[in-house]
């Protein structure tokens, strides 16, 4: 027999557990005892730890021996604190079961309360409330959660109704009544015993009456519910490993819906949308609490601060007591975690209870305000503040928003519940939604409420639209944590899901039909919106502030443009890391002289061509050069197949044979002489570059005139060239020598000299592993570490997707190779790579210029292998800035 | 001033050279030195050395301070030893200029004779030997090579005749004679004339009359030949680096143009085409050494043994003297250098003279006798025979050869120049042969004679047929080198080139027709002939038997039918290192149940199509396996896209939709749905095996179940199950348990137990960085290089021909790396792989199974970084056998 213990019970000053076992107990097993600890009332209780989870999966569904015997313990223990027997038709003890992992999951894991109920144990609940509805009430919500939970009995179709639901309704139809709190008592017993029915009848199980039995039935759904889809699929998107368990917490009830002197809540002990430092939470009075999530009653403020209907009442004006009681424990506890808390209370009789509390989720402008007003209350320093702000929620605040100037038709308003701005389609499920995203659509998703089920959908959506539910609602809980646009509780809108509209204020929208979304306000806004970028201060710039006083790794921005140089210069970029000419080559007549390279039969014809881009390339470097005043610019060759500059339908080859007045065969023998089978493994880069040296020096002369020019009129430049996919020594020597011999011709015509470096990708597998020979003659690396990721997993980005989902499911991967860098496989050869290089040039200037390079986890990786700078997109920039600084926080090295 | 050395002086006990000092002095001068030494008679004259060539391009094409001072001083010493001098009309003394690099370039570089001539000259040279004609002729031949390579009068266009041989031709006509030799001196006179005049009006240069200006000039020329366009190609086929240079030899000229007492020809040792120990040569009378070479005029057998046309005079008959003091010479010779000598003589009234000895090139054939005989006469050891023949020439041994029993239809016999079997489509032109070769036809290359000129054309050609020239010939030489079959000198052909014609017996053939050569009969044959294995025995037995002694490596196969493994086994094969399924999914009924397959919408249709499948597969490996009986054999899951499996053009999607009963619109959806843009890089390997499990199902229960049943039966079965394009350890373990719990349930089936192994491929880049990780669960590792090399330089096999000819050509690779391993790039990665597989398991069994296996240098390098085995196709097992013999012996580690 083990000795192990499985089960921590928890009860004011008698606690087992403390804050700093979540990894044992859970989140909210952890926290309650905390509480307990700290003195704050909590209904006692038990937890079954997360170990037990992993014995049980690990032991075939079986229970390790033992934990029987633990769990009557915890039982006895309660009852002895509470005076109440679980089971004891005169005085019962009921509980509630939940489930409560290391990380929050919300809405992803079932629960049951009221459990330890029968028909006898609800008329002694009735005698000793002196209240028989209650009891009745409890007992009905008993049945009806255990039969979805434990018995599963559920719709059988996604667009069914709900079976409990369906009998709800054909009773208040029956009774002639049009809420469920008009359903009278003998109403409910009616319901339970229909109820009672309905779950025989589909399920073929009779209903449990033995408490005990119910408990571990409910125990059993708990640990059983880890591995349902929709938990599995939060942790595939949010990389918890599912060996990690859930624990499942048993706690005795307290009853916010045992008259109008009891009541249930939520609360944040500062506004999760925005951080200012308001109580802001909601309540409903004569509730359960799982009744203010689900969205089904539209919940009232606790305060003044955040009322603004005037028909609400406050929870301050209704129950001052359990009110000030509630501002005196969120305060404690906010002192006490140092940290914004998600607090759940109820008020039983007059009493306040509470039943959890947690770090609250918030918006990454919330994020920033609390951090930064945390440090001025001298809560926290600033190294734990600039640790606070995940990095990547930052992109909520740096997207564009709705160009204030623009004319919008709002059609409705609903509650702000997550800011942004999103423009999309109109869906009404989940599946669509993630199917129309796939198609490349941007999508809002449309639903009268959402549900953990719908967690697909709501992850590749632009925005979320639901009709009913406050703040706290699903839909408004999982909007905010994705840093996805949502607007909640807008009663305005009628959906009808079978006919796929929904009708506001007579006009209908179908499916398909394009609105937009501002979270920030809560409107629905007919049509599409023009978008500006977001103006970053206050906060925000005090917190970025600190962020680069620690850093060490700098961050540049790819931009191809003067316009991208200037966004990322004002977020903060110190320079450019990649400037792509290919889509230089693109614009206007350029692409005319581009093909007209490409159809040249020798150099002199190419020559021809390349000197009518000529100037429009050293426009090109000139404006960004100029944006770009000193901070250097990384200048890569040019780098596509050429097959990419010419057209592949047949209206487009015969535009272009007219132009170049050639014919069409001549257009498609060119298209077909350079298909590629491989494309991305063929003949581009400093290939091109090789074969074409003409190509390349042209790309000198635009650089170095540019910045001869430049330097003329006092503007002091830093290009830096880069030539891509090298993957030996000889090819980086010939392209150098390209470019040398140009710009020193350059600079005797000019009669001017600038400086500039020459330098190389590292993006084929084969230069990280030969960077000594290489660094003999580059005077910069910057990983490229797209490419280097497909070539060194053999990974087609174009077509990974197709069994990428594959290799995320079976855990092959943790996360997408191609959003955050295989620290484990690419990054072994960037290491290789980076001290291979050093080895030849100790001082050697290293960068990324991939898409990593604005991923917070790699840049903590870019920061470890010691680069000196990443390169990201404009609006990546603040991202990277901050992750740079918890890197150096973390691993100052 | 420099106090390098540059001019080395030779002559009999006064040499400044030795045979060793070939990097510096080039083959030509080294061996002239040697021969000095050791008392063979050579024409005293000096050595420009290697180190003037680089000089010369280091400089901008200056020779370095000092050289012409040396080169004074040996003129000087030439004159001395001779009693002769350069320039006095009275008594003069001729050189030759000769290029000679490091190793041989037969053809390549350009050759002056006779120089240091002009009118008085020839005046002085004729009264003292007493042979005006002699004199002019010699003053002719002067005027035309040094007019060609020197002053570069050159036909305009290919296919125009030389403009000296247009006024020979014109002067026959003029004077009504038939040959060269019906001129007289006073023709030869006006000849020289109209050389000249032809050389000014085309040139618009003087010929020079100075000798010294003459030497200095044809010096030049030579220097500048190891840069024209015909060196630069044999490099690049060659891999000759180009900074190695060229020597220039100038010797004093000896006249095998004096009169009948008067000969010259080229020799060798043994017979270069078998290696029988003959005295095997040529010689014309009255000739100069290029007469020989250039193929104008047959030559004559030097004794009986090669004497075929009874019409024939042998040297030994007309001249036996300076014969015996040959056959002494080439004994003295052979036994000096220990091997087969390719020697060149002149005999000058009656006196025998040496131009030049080095080692001759053979056939494999040859190579293989001339090794295992010198052995046997005691003349090397058995590690000197394994190193004296490449691996790679068994090549020309190991290829099918006719099959006897065919009906054939010699259309036409010449000299049996390279052994061999041929077919293909007759072109004209060495530039057809590359453009057709390029589109994938095997051609024939036909010509009247060939030229260096032709090189690139020969190199592609399956065959090479020449109407003129004898077995020295160019076309005949190169294309032993080269071990292209050829068919010398078959003066039955009329050749047209400029209608693209050969007619045999009034026969026409035309450019395409189809006709076949066999290079050891000398036989041309109309149309195609089917052809068989090859038989291998005797001495190649018993160097292969050596061979085996020697090495540690193992030689395994790549095969996929029983036949192929057989014909392995035969060569000496050590089991099978890759055997790929996939093949055998395209043959008869299979290919419909493997579209059946990639039809099917789910897992229950996919399991219906493979169960048909599953037959098919047992019973290849049943075959296989009984094949290897004793051996192991590798077999790969299946590899290849899906898409590589269905029709891409309508007719053939039709069928296969009418196959499978489905409308052409589905399969062509499929067909959309699994197109890929990189398939190299895509859903493939062991990613479709991780999202259809059931696939890697079928194929380990065929393998299982054949296996078990081979050892019900008594057969002893080695299977070992290969996972292809493993990059991560999870990968490999996903498919290793689905192999391992279908190989147990196949075995509790059949009720008996086999071995077998399951490894991986290691041909992702980061398969090989992490291959500490997957050696945990991989019970043996196989490099499938091909892949790892596109993926480590990032170069698609099929795309790269676009620029690994730019590649090639500027140095960048010196080899094609799918052809020869990259061992410093992909190498690198090979070695890290290895290194830490050993690390997790130090016995981990190590192979090779792409193309590189076979490759002899690539051979070497898997010896060195420790491999287990190399496995390369059936007929590459013998060359990798002998390339493992010499890795051990070169680098016994």
Avoid at 574 to 602: P, S, W
Avoid at 671 to 697: K, Q, W
Avoid at 738 to 761: F, N, Q, R
Avoid at 780 to 805: C, E, P, V, Y
Wanted: charged content about 25%; proline content about 5%.
């Amino acid at each position: 027999m083990s000795n192990k213990k499985y089960v921590y019970f928890f009860a004011a000053n008698q606690s087992e557990g403390k804050a700093e076992m979540k990894n044992l107990l859970g989140g909210k097993g952890a926290n309650l005892a905390e509480m307990c600890n700290i003195g704050v009332p909590v209904p006692p209780g038990f937890t079954l730890s997360t170990e037990v989870c992993t014995a049980y999966y690990d032991n075939n569904r079986n229970y390790p021996a033992g934990l029987k015997e633990e769990v009557e313990a915890a039982i006895a223990k309660t009852e002895t604190v509470l005076g109440k027997k679980f089971g004891d038709p005169n005085d019962p003890l009921l509980f509630s079961v939940r489930s409560g992992s290391r990380v929050s999951m919300p809405g992803m894991m079932d629960t049951v309360l009221n459990l330890g109920i029968n028909e006898k144990i609800t008329e002694g609940l009735a005698k000793i409330s002196g209240n028989p509805r209650f009891a009745w009430d409890s007992f009905r919500r008993f049945v009806q959660m255990y039969g979805d939970v434990v018995l599963d009995l559920k719709p059988v179709n996604k667009e069914d109704e709900d079976p409990f639901e369906m009998i709800i309704e054909a009773k208040k139809e029956e009774k002639g009544v049009e809420l469920d709190t008009d359903l009278s008592t003998d109403d409910l017993k009616e319901l339970v015993t229909e109820f009672k029915a309905a779950i025989k009848e589909k399920t073929g199980r009779e209903f449990p009456d033995d408490p005990m039995e119910q408990l571990w039935g409910a125990i059993g759904a708990v640990f059983g519910s880890w591995m349902n889809d929709r938990a599995k699929t939060y942790r595939t998107l949010n990389q918890i490993p599912s060996e990690w368990g859930t624990a499942v917490n048993v706690q005795s009830m307290v009853y916010g819906n045992m008259g109008t002197d009891c009541a249930t809540g939520v609360a944040f002990t500062r506004d999760p949308a925005n951080g200012k430092k308001i109580f802001y939470g909601e309540y409903l009075v004569n509730a359960q609490g799982e009744d203010v999530v689900a969205g089904i009653r539209t919940p009232q403020p606790v305060n003044a601060s955040t009322k603004s209907d005037p028909s609400h009442k406050t929870l301050e004006e209704l129950m001052p007591k359990p009110y000030n009681d509630l501002v005196d424990i969120y305060k404690k506890l906010e002192n006490h975690y140092k940290d914004m808390q998600d607090i759940e209370f109820t008020i039983q009789q007059g009493k306040l209870w509470m039943l959890q509390t947690r770090n609250g989720k918030r918006t990454a402008e919330a994020a920033v305000s609390i951090a930064v007003d945390m440090v001025n209350e001298g809560l926290i320093d600033k190294k734990t503040a600039i640790n606070r702000v995940k990095p990547e929620s930052l992109d909520q605040l740096l997207h564009p928003m709705f160009d204030p100037k623009a004319s919008i038709n709002v059609i409705a308003t609903g509650l702000p519940a997550s800011p942004g701005a999103a423009t999309g389609r109109i869906v009404f499920h989940a599946d669509d939604a993630e199917e129309w995203s796939g198609k490349g659509e941007n999508v809002i998703l449309v639903r009268i409420e959402t549900s953990p089920e719908d967690i697909g959908g709501m992850h590749v959506a632009k925005g979320i639209l639901t009709s009913r539910g406050g703040m706290t609602s699903h839909a408004a809980v999982v909007a905010r944590g994705m840093g996805t646009c949502c607007v909640a509780g807008c009663g305005a809108l009628d959906i009808n899901y079978k006919q796929k509209t929904m009708t506001v204020s007579g006009k209908v929208f179908k499916e398909g039909d394009w609105i937009s979304l501002d979270g920030s306000k809560g409107q629905v806004i007919e049509g599409k919106v023009p978008t500006i970028d977001p103006v970053l201060s206050g906060n925000f710039g005090t917190l970025m502030g600190w962020a680069d006083e620690v850093r060490h790794l700098k961050v540049r921005t790819n931009a191809d443009t003067p316009h991208d140089a200037e966004v990322a210069r004002n977020f903060g970029a110190e320079g450019i890391g990649l400037c792509r000419t290919e889509h230089m080559f693109f614009e206007g007549d350029r692409i005319k002289a581009v093909r007209e390279m490409i159809l040249a039969d020798n150099e002199a014809g190419r020559r021809r061509a390349l000197a009518k881009l000529l100037p429009y390339q050293r426009d090109d470097f000139y404006g960004i050069f100029k944006a770009m005043q000193d901070l250097p610019v990384t200048v890569r060759t040019l780098d596509p197949p050429l097959h990419e500059f010419l057209p592949h339908d047949d209206a487009n080859q015969k535009v272009m044979a007219d132009e170049l007045g050639i014919t069409l065969e001549e257009v498609k023998a060119k298209v077909d002489a350079l298909h590629e089978f491989n494309p991305m493994l063929g003949h581009r880069g400093c290939r091109l570059g090789i074969s074409y040296p003409e190509i390349t020096e042209m790309q000198a002369r635009a650089i170095i005139e540019a910045a001869c020019d430049l330097k003329k009129e006092g503007v002091n430049v830093l290009p830096e060239i880069m030539i891509p996919l090298v993957g030996t020594s000889p090819e980086f020597r010939n392209q150098k020598k390209v470019v040398v011999d140009t710009a020193k011709k350059v600079m005797e015509e000019k009669g001017i000299e600038v400086e500039y470096l020459v330098g190389t990708m590292i993006e084929v597998p084969r230069a990280a592993i030969t960077a000594d020979k290489i660094a003999k003659d580059a005077q910069f690396f910057s990983f490229g570490t797209n490419d280097l990721t497909q070539m060194t997993l053999g990974f087609s980005r174009d077509d990974a997707g197709k069994f990428l989902k594959d290799y995320l499911e079976h855990g092959i991967f943790k996360e997408d190779p191609f959003q955050t860098l295989d620290q484990n496989g690419v990054g072994l050869l960037v290491e290789i790579g980076v001290q291979r290089g050093r080895q030849t040039k100790p001082d050697l200037k290293i960068g990324i210029c991939g898409e990593h390079g604005g991923d917070p986890k790699s840049v903590v990786f870019c920061h470890k292998v010691g680069m000196n700078y990443v390169s990201c997109s404009p609006y990546r920039v603040p991202i990277a800035r901050l992750a740079a600084a918890q890197a150096q926080l973390n691993f100052p090295g």
